[in-house]
């Protein structure tokens, strides 16, 4: 039995006391164990404060991203092993938008879940094909390519990873993807899971994201191969966000 996890990423917002309201909101609501792992992704400069917050609280810590080099001259970046320090368990790897944005290859993201691996860290591998990839029949290959390389220099089992099949064109947009797509995707990344990592494949959690909202959450969370869901825009609000996770419960 896979439990769901639902995660909120919040991206570029939120200050350190506008994260701080959310998370007292956040940690009203979830008093009581909902039956679904909740991860929050805050900006790094509210890690620590939320990570102080979160204490005993079953509400995870992520981060949106990190360098893999352990310490180095890279201005601007901050490393696996620094997050992993301020009691982070989740790392989001090769986001759309840092693929996108900041000219991210499938090598770095690759480097990115090793390192995350090593520090003992959960990576969560974000994959997803564009809208022309889309239409030109050419999805399944896009993501196939993601999780070949974003895989490949891991070695051993992958304690924690999880995949995001979060298709590019439906990030951010209001589009969603159709349900019975998202189910295809993640039943085809199981399969491809099963065959790299044998019977730890099987565990190994598939969220759909891509304009994930309140009103939508149920139709993806109750797919037999979508194992939760990572939330953007909709997840700045905690009462919007803790109604998707509610939508999570089995
Ligand atoms: P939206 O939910 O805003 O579409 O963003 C999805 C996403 O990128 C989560 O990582």
């Known amino acids: 039995m896979r439990i769901p996890i639902v995660a909120a990423n919040w991206k570029m917002h939120k200050t350190v006391p506008e994260a701080r309201a959310y998370l007292e909101r956040l940690i009203g609501l979830a008093g009581r164990d909902p039956g679904v792992e909740v991860v929050v992704f805050p900006s790094f400069t509210a890690l620590p404060a939320a990570a102080a917050l979160l204490e005993g609280v079953p509400v995870g810590l992520g981060a949106q991203d990190a360098h893999p080099e352990p310490a180095g001259a890279y201005t601007g970046a901050v490393s696996v092993a620094q997050v992993a320090d301020l ?3 989740y790392v989001l790897c090769g986001h759309s938008e840092r693929r996108k944005l900041f000219g991210e290859d499938d090598a770095l993201v690759g480097r990115k879940v090793r390192a995350a691996l090593e520090y003992g860290l959960a990576p969560i591998l974000c994959v997803g094909e564009a809208l022309e990839e889309r239409r030109a029949g050419r999805a399944w290959e896009a993501v196939d390519r993601q999780l070949d390389r974003g895989l490949g220099p891991v070695e051993g089992d992958p304690d924690g990873l999880v995949i995001a099949y979060e298709p590019v064109w439906a990030i ?3 589009v969603a993807a159709q349900p019975a797509d998202a189910q ?3 039943d ?4 491809w899971l099963r065959e790299r990592f044998g019977a730890v494949g099987d565990a190994i959690r598939v969220q759909y994201g891509g304009s994930v909202k309140p009103d939508n959450a149920r139709e993806f969370l109750s797919l037999p191969d979508v194992d939760g869901a990572l939330v953007g825009g909709a997840s700045l609000d905690p009462d919007a966000f803790w109604a998707i996770v509610q939508s999570a419960r089995r």
Do not use: Y
């Open 87 to 89: 009691g982070v368990r």
């Open 172 to 174: 951010g947009t209001g």
């Open 184 to 186: 295809e995707m993640a």
């Open 188 to 191: 085809r990344i199981r399969r």
